[in-house]
């Protein structure tokens, strides 16, 4: 059975940084894609960023490019998602996701103006 578990959210004033961890369990995580998602209040979830399974490819959605990082240690079978640059529009539930088929329980994240 695969789990998820996203912690590193918080309460962040514009401008500021977050990292977000994502650690899995099960030994299928070396192989597999992970994706970021978040939901804002109101609002349909949406695409954040991926990486490969190997760590040598990513893509992130236009709104964090440039902003957001994603990367990952298949040692510690956790992905990160390094947030710099914060917004209010930033403001939202971050999921992560394994494969299309696993997702996490989500952390808050909340960009005060």
């Known amino acids: 059975q695969v789990q998820l578990v996203e912690s590193g959210g918080g309460v962040v004033q514009a401008g500021g940084s977050l990292r977000l961890s994502c650690s899995a369990s099960g030994r299928i995580f070396v192989n597999s894609v992970m994706r970021w998602f978040r939901q804002p209040p109101g609002k349909e979830r949406e695409f954040v960023a991926r990486i490969s399974s190997s760590g040598s490819s990513t893509s992130y959605a236009d709104s964090v490019k440039g902003r957001f990082t994603i990367s990952r240690d298949n040692a510690k079978n956790t992905v990160y998602l390094q947030m710099n640059s914060l917004r209010p529009e930033d403001t939202a539930i971050y999921y992560c996701?394994?494969?299309?088929?696993?997702w996490g329980q989500g952390t808050q994240v909340t960009v005060s103006s």
């Open positions: 996701d394994m494969n299309s088929a696993y």
